[in-house]
């Protein structure tokens, strides 16, 4: 914006508005959520402990196929 105007003399104006948001919906959390959810946490609370395994085997099982190098976190101790 400082360039624009000083080093190119454009008459602009900019009106510059923060407005946040949430990647998740507060509805898909529980009623008194933890402060902070690893992915890994949530996931497994939203989709079940089996379907969550079966997606992240499939995860890495792709990432092999392709020789990419896939960083799982590990769980939390």
Not at 20 to 40: A, G, W
Not at 68 to 74: D, I, K, N, Q, T
């Amino acid at each position: 914006m400082d360039y624009c105007q000083n080093t190119l003399h454009l008459n602009l104006k900019f009106d510059i508005e923060f407005l946040p948001f949430r990647l998740i919906s507060i509805q898909c959390l529980p009623e008194d959520p933890p402060e902070k959810y690893t992915k890994r946490e949530f996931l497994k609370m939203k989709m079940g402990l089996e379907k969550y395994q079966r997606m992240e085997d499939a995860m890495i099982q792709w990432a092999s196929e392709k020789n990419y190098e896939l960083c799982v976190a590990a769980p939390p101790s």
